[in-house]
C-alpha cells in the first residue's frame, strides 16, 4: 500500500538536473522498503536529470528483516543514478560493539533483531563468536559502507542528516563525522532543541537565521500510529513552512511501515512530495501496490 500527500512548492533549491528520492528510517521493515522502491522505479524521471536515492539512516534493528533492508540498500543504484546511505544511531550503535564497546546499548536499542535473525541460539554463544558472527552475516560491503559514510549531505539548500541540527553549536562541530555519539546532543540522537526551534538553519557564521536551508531528518517519528489507519498523519512529516526541517521517520520503529520525499525542480521552481508505504494490509482488504491520496 502506497500513500501520498500532494506534491507542493517549497521555499529551497536545488541543481536543476538533480531528482531526489530520501528515505527515512526504515528499522528492518524489508516489506515496505520493496514497495517504496518499486513506486521510485514507477516514478518517470525528469527529464535530463540524475536520480539519488539518500537513505537516512537507522535500517537496522527492531523490525523483522534488518538484513532484507540491507541488501536491498545496497542494491538500491539499481533504482538511481547516485545512492548515499548515511548512518544513523543505530549503526553506530552497532559499530561501537563491532569495535569492542560494551554490547548493551545496542542490545537494549533493537540489536537483539539483527542477532536473532542471524542466529536464534546467539545467546549461548561465546561473545567474540557473536561479533564474527555479524561481521560474517553482514550483506557484503555494508559495514565499511557505514565506517566511510559522511555525518550529512548537502544538495543545494538541503541538509540531510540522521536526527538534525543543535542550533546552539557550530555546524562543523556538531557535524563531526567521528565525535562520540551516545550523548543527547550528537547529529545521530539529537531531538530538542532541534525538533522545536523556528529560528531558521541558515548559517551566517556566528549563529543560525530564518532562510531558505531545510533540514532533512529521521530519527523522532513524525508518524505515531498505523498510517493506514489515519492517512492524514502524513502531514505532521511537513515541517518547513514552521521549522524549515521534514522529518520523514514514519513510525518505523513501532509499524510495518515507512516515510519517504520526492524532491524536484519544475519549472524554475522546487517541489515536494511525500510517501509513505506500509507493509499491511487495509482493515477492509490487502492493497497492496495501489496509491492513496492521504490528504
Given at each position: 500500500?502506497?500513500?501520498?500527500?500532494p506534491?507542493?512548492?517549497i521555499?529551497c533549491?536545488?541543481?536543476?538536473?538533480?531528482?531526489?528520492f530520501?528515505?527515512?528510517d526504515?528499522?528492518g521493515?524489508?516489506?515496505?522498503l520493496s514497495?517504496?522502491l518499486?513506486e521510485?522505479?514507477?516514478?518517470?524521471?525528469?527529464?535530463?536529470?540524475r536520480?539519488?536515492?539518500?537513505l537516512?539512516?537507522?535500517?537496522?534493528?527492531?523490525?523483522p528483516?534488518?538484513?532484507?533492508v540491507?541488501?536491498?540498500?545496497?542494491?538500491a543504484?539499481n533504482?538511481?543514478?547516485?545512492?548515499?546511505?548515511?548512518?544513523g544511531?543505530?549503526?553506530?550503535?552497532?559499530?561501537?560493539?563491532l569495535?569492542?564497546?560494551?554490547?548493551?546499548?545496542?542490545?537494549?536499542?533493537?540489536?537483539?533483531?539483527?542477532?536473532?535473525?542471524?542466529?536464534?541460539?546467539?545467546?549461548?554463544?561465546?561473545?567474540?563468536?557473536v561479533?564474527?558472527?555479524?561481521?560474517?552475516?553482514?550483506?557484503?560491503?555494508?559495514?565499511?559502507?557505514?565506517?566511510?559514510?559522511p555525518?550529512?549531505?548537502?544538495?543545494?539548500?538541503?541538509?540531510?542528516?540522521?536526527?538534525?541540527?543543535?542550533?546552539?553549536?557550530?555546524?562543523?562541530?556538531?557535524l563531526?563525522?567521528?565525535?562520540?555519539?551516545?550523548?543527547?546532543?550528537h547529529?545521530?540522537t539529537?531531538?530538542y532543541?532541534?525538533?522545536?526551534?523556528?529560528?531558521?538553519?541558515?548559517?551566517?557564521?556566528?549563529?543560525?537565521?530564518?532562510?531558505?536551508?531545510?533540514?532533512?531528518?529521521?530519527h523522532?517519528?513524525a508518524v505515531?500510529c498505523?498510517?493506514?489507519?489515519?492517512?492524514k498523519?502524513?502531514?505532521?512529516?511537513?515541517?518547513?513552512?514552521?521549522?524549515?526541517?521534514?522529518?520523514l521517520?514514519g513510525?518505523?520503529?513501532?509499524?510495518?511501515?515507512?516515510?519517504?520525499?520526492?524532491i524536484?525542480?519544475?519549472?524554475g521552481e522546487?517541489?515536494?512530495?511525500?510517501?509513505?508505504?506500509?507493509?499491511?494490509?487495509?482493515a477492509?482488504?490487502?492493497?497492496?501496490?495501489?496509491?492513496?491520496?492521504?490528504?
Amino acid at each position: 500500500m502506497i500513500l501520498n500527500l500532494p506534491s507542493r512548492q517549497i521555499p529551497c533549491s536545488i541543481p536543476d538536473d538533480t531528482e531526489l528520492f530520501i528515505i527515512g528510517d526504515i528499522h528492518g521493515r524489508s516489506l515496505a522498503l520493496s514497495r517504496c522502491l518499486s513506486e521510485i522505479a514507477r516514478t518517470p524521471t525528469v527529464a535530463d536529470t540524475r536520480r539519488i536515492i539518500v537513505l537516512l539512516g537507522d535500517l537496522i534493528d527492531r523490525g523483522p528483516d534488518s538484513l532484507g533492508v540491507i541488501q536491498q540498500a545496497m542494491e538500491a543504484h539499481n533504482y538511481a543514478d547516485l545512492v548515499h546511505i548515511l548512518p544513523g544511531n543505530h549503526e553506530l550503535m552497532m559499530l561501537d560493539v563491532l569495535d569492542g564497546s560494551r554490547n548493551s546499548l545496542w542490545l537494549l536499542n533493537g540489536g537483539m533483531a539483527v542477532l536473532d535473525e542471524l542466529n536464534p541460539e546467539w545467546r549461548g554463544m561465546a561473545w567474540r563468536n557473536v561479533i564474527k558472527m555479524v561481521r560474517d552475516g553482514l550483506p557484503d560491503g555494508f559495514e565499511q559502507r557505514l565506517r566511510d559514510a559522511p555525518s550529512h549531505l548537502v544538495i543545494g539548500d538541503l541538509l540531510c542528516v540522521h536526527a538534525g541540527l543543535h542550533p546552539d553549536r557550530l555546524p562543523e562541530q556538531h557535524l563531526l563525522r567521528d565525535r562520540p555519539h551516545a550523548t543527547p546532543d550528537h547529529w545521530a540522537t539529537i531531538r530538542y532543541p532541534a525538533l522545536n526551534w523556528r529560528g531558521g538553519w541558515d548559517w551566517n557564521g556566528r549563529y543560525y537565521t530564518w532562510g531558505n536551508r531545510v533540514v532533512i531528518h529521521g530519527h523522532t517519528p513524525a508518524v505515531r500510529c498505523a498510517v493506514l489507519d489515519d492517512p492524514k498523519v502524513l502531514r505532521d512529516c511537513d515541517g518547513i513552512d514552521e521549522y524549515r526541517a521534514l522529518c520523514l521517520d514514519g513510525g518505523a520503529s513501532a509499524y510495518d511501515q515507512i516515510a519517504w520525499a520526492r524532491i524536484w525542480r519544475d519549472g524554475g521552481e522546487t517541489r515536494l512530495q511525500i510517501y509513505a508505504a506500509s507493509g499491511a494490509p487495509r482493515a477492509d482488504g490487502d492493497l497492496y501496490g495501489e496509491n492513496f491520496d492521504a490528504n
